[in-house]
């Protein structure tokens, strides 16, 4: 099934390349596995592509028909700090109802602030809902 964010791609809210790992699926631990990807804050989901699209900042959605290669629904998401689970910099958990969780991180401060806030105000916006 298409993710619901592709149905409105006119409620992004934020997107840009961050480090990612997951580090549980439904409750189990996974392995870290760090690498770069594409990430849309949009709707209620946040979405990972493997790639930026071809003409960034322009388009803020992924290469055109281009697959996501997972998302999450962040309603009654957990957002926190990361840097007791990681040893590098500039990290965020979330952890999501099914006990999907992982670490976003950017070697930029103000990158990961800005991804803090957009998230915190997604997350309680749903939960308002
Ligand atoms: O939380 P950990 O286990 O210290 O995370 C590190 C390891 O996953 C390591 O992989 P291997 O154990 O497969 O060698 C990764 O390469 C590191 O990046 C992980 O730590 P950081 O601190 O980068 O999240």
Redesign the pocket.
């Known amino acids: 099934p298409l993710p619901q964010v592709l149905d409105d791609p006119h409620e992004v809210e934020r997107s840009g390349m961050l480090n990612m790992?997951k580090i549980a699926q439904g409750g189990r631990k996974l392995?870290?596995n760090?690498g770069p990807s594409w990430v849309v804050l949009a709707g209620n989901s946040l979405v990972f592509y493997r790639e930026p699209p071809p003409t960034v900042p322009c388009t803020v959605w992924g290469p055109a028909g281009s697959r996501p290669e997972s998302s999450v629904d962040l309603r009654g998401a957990a957002l926190a700090h990361g840097r007791q689970?990681?040893?590098?910099r500039n990290v965020l958990h979330i952890r999501t109802v099914p006990g999907h969780e992982f670490?976003l991180q950017s070697d930029h401060e103000a990158e990961l602030r800005a991804w803090h806030c957009a998230l915190r105000a997604v997350i309680e916006r749903l939960d308002r809902e």
């Open positions: 790992t392995r870290k760090w689970l990681s040893s590098r670490l």
